[in-house]
């Protein structure tokens, strides 16, 4: 049988990856739970693979608990598809999203295609390089931390709106002459004009 080795790396974070060694009759959904073995992060969550081109562009989808939406569009289901059906390229490229309530992206791409040795059980994790980001939900939303943004520009906005007050106020005072100064003028150039005009 043969054994299809692949690297799984965050999308986000191209330092951590991890390469599982996966048998070809594997379901997607075996090697869906062999990456979260790897991550420590839960596997019963709406995730999917994208059948995908060297682009990462997506393709056929094989979900892990669809919506009812895509169960009515007939989206493939993980469980039900072999790793084998959508090898058609030595070096076969998979997007995964994973969680799709605060999800992760990764690339799974197939790095080698190795025969099984006697006795080794599979899935295997063959590498594995960095740690995973331990707060999913945190690192797929930073949203807490454009709040927290926010919070300060409000916290600075009245002091300097103090500041500028001050300044305003003498910058006033020196408006207010220049425009009595170019009034006065335009008053000169209109009396002029109308004494030309006469």
Do not use: C
């Amino acid at each position: 049988m043969a054994i299809y080795r692949f690297r799984v790396t965050f999308e986000d974070y191209e330092d951590i990856y991890r390469e599982i060694d996966m048998p070809s009759k594997a379901t997607f959904l075996q090697l869906h739970e062999a990456i979260h073995h790897s991550t420590g992060y839960k596997s019963d969550v709406s995730s999917s693979f994208y059948v995908s081109n060297d682009q990462w562009k997506k393709g056929t989808e094989i979900a892990l608990l669809p919506t009812e939406r895509k169960v009515a569009a007939a989206v493939l289901i993980m469980e039900n598809i072999r790793l084998s059906k959508f090898i058609d390229d030595p070096h076969q490229k998979f997007y995964y999203v994973y969680n799709f309530d605060r999800p992760y992206d990764f690339h799974v791409e197939l790095v080698k295609i190795l025969k099984e040795e006697d006795g080794k059980d599979y899935p295997a994790i063959f590498k594995s390089v960095g740690d995973p980001p331990k707060n999913a939900s945190a690192s797929a939303f930073p949203l807490s931390t454009g709040i927290d943004d926010d919070d300060d520009d409000e916290e600075e906005v009245p002091t300097d709106e103090t500041e500028y007050g001050v300044d305003d106020e003498e910058e006033f005072d020196m408006f207010d002459d220049e425009e009595s100064e170019g009034e006065g003028e335009e008053s000169e150039q209109k009396s002029s004009g109308y004494e030309d005009e006469f």
